[in-house]
């Protein structure tokens, strides 16, 4: 059975191709509040079933939700929003507070952990929200197919569309999702896809099948929003209106207790008529040999090294690395023309995936022995340049390998993402 969108009448107002690489080793009806909604939040997607690849084997509709305007005295803004224009711009170079928790969210009260999640969405005029969860927190039978038992771990699609009527731009991001959040892609396609429902998803980072970018995604629980460099002030990341995607979510559940999947994205607008340049996604992929060539048990750590060019002039604004529990070390240098290579990333901690930036206002952390550093200050890039970059891991338990999964503590990655202007940077790597 393919499951429905339920959609709402409403008031609207408004409001990262491979490059040669190598390596070196809805139905309309009206839709009740649930009590365990925040105040406000109007859930939309009724119950229903499908198949679902790779995960459980029912689904009920996410809530991702068309935005609406609040009956009188709902007590807060919907779940699903774009704000109205003419508020008032923020100033994005001071000190960004942690709404978690806040507003609407406050009144959020259900058995499962991470209620503190929650995110608020933007103010009038300020951005739109993508809410990717069950549409209640009572009902078993929505319920069952986001519910992530003791000892389960999956990666999952969910279709959604975005809320916008007409193409905006977004500058600033904060995504906040439950307990077990690993890693989350947001991609956007020009595939019809059915909202609601769970299916293969169509892509899972390796940019091999056509799309239309990405939305922001998260290598952990909580994304939050960053401030704006001077120099970064005209940059902004399109979305089309009413844009088909899927998010791919990948949640594991190592404790005692069933953990929710579901999580929040608020996108913060810049004005169309300020936006002079888009960034493009840095995407180096490495590992995909270990699919077909496991990572052997050993009493010491392996080393793995990969390396992806630089095809033009430009600058990174932005690296992060992405590894599961057998990495020891992730690694990643700009190796100029002349050979010469300046280390400009490094992270010791799957759990706590480190995303550093290359602008004016940001201090990075130094390099240490143990603790995750970067190089501060803008990071430009020539053609001819390369990023290169290694991880160390060590399979002390696996007897049967370490392969290229989603799976934290049986399977590994090596992934090396961020943002450049200038420089497509895209490899996928064996």
């Not at 989350?184 to 396609?189: G, R």
């Not at 019809?192 to 293969?200: I, S, T």
């Not at 995936?353 to 190089?375: C, K, L, R, V």
């Not at 392969?403 to 790597?429: D, F, Q």
Request: charged share 15%; hydrophobic share 35%.
């Amino acid at each position: 059975m393919q499951m429905r969108l339920i959609t709402l009448k409403v008031s609207c107002v408004m409001a990262m191709a491979m490059a040669g690489c190598s390596s070196s080793s809805g139905d309309k009806s009206g839709a009740a509040v649930d009590p365990a909604m925040p105040g406000g939040m109007v859930p939309v997607g009724p119950g229903g079933t499908t198949p679902m690849a790779g995960g459980p084997g029912t689904a009920g509709a996410p809530a991702t939700m068309t935005p609406v305007t609040p009956a009188a005295g709902a007590g807060g803004a919907p779940a699903v929003m774009m704000g109205a224009g003419g508020a008032a711009a923020p100033d994005m170079t001071a000190p960004i507070a942690d709404i978690r928790g806040t507003g609407v969210c406050a009144d959020l009260h259900t058995t499962f952990p991470g209620d503190k999640a929650c995110l608020p969405p933007p103010a009038a005029g300020e951005g739109m929200q993508i809410h990717i969860g069950p549409t209640s927190y009572t009902d078993m039978a929505v319920l069952a197919p986001w519910l992530v038992k003791p000892g389960q771990e999956d990666s999952v699609c969910v279709n959604f569309h975005t809320p916008n009527g007409e193409k905006v731009y977004y500058q600033t991001y904060q995504l906040s999702g439950r307990e077990g959040t690993h890693h989350i892609f947001n991609t956007m396609y020009m595939n019809q896809l059915a909202d609601g429902v769970y299916q293969a998803c169509l892509d899972m980072g390796t940019g091999t099948t056509p799309n239309l970018g990405e939305l922001p995604g998260a290598p952990k629980a909580y994304m939050p929003r960053t401030t704006v460099a001077p120099e970064n002030a005209d940059l902004g990341r399109s979305v089309p209106p009413k844009v088909a995607g899927q998010a791919g979510m990948h949640y594991f559940n190592f404790g005692d207790k069933n953990l929710l999947r579901e999580f929040w994205l608020n996108l913060y607008f810049i004005d169309a008529s300020k936006v002079k340049q888009e960034p493009n996604r840095v995407r180096g992929m490495g590992g995909f040999g270990w699919s077909f060539a496991p990572i052997k048990m050993s009493p010491t750590p392996q080393v793995f090294k990969y390396t992806c060019p630089v095809p033009s002039d430009g600058r990174i604004i932005g690296l992060l690395g992405h590894y599961h529990s057998h990495g020891r070390r992730f690694t990643a240098w700009v190796r100029h023309a002349s050979g010469v290579r300046d280390k400009v990333f490094e992270s010791f901690d799957y759990a706590e995936a480190q995303a550093f930036p290359y602008d004016t206002i940001t201090t990075n952390p130094t390099f240490s022995a143990s603790a995750a550093g970067a190089t501060t200050g803008i990071l430009n890039v020539k053609a001819g340049d390369a990023l290169d970059w290694e991880c160390e891991v060590l399979n002390d338990d696996q007897a049967g390998g370490l392969r290229y999964t989603n799976e934290v503590k049986t399977g590994e990655m090596c992934n090396l993402w961020g943002e450049s202007i200038g420089p497509n940077i895209s490899c996928t790597l064996l």
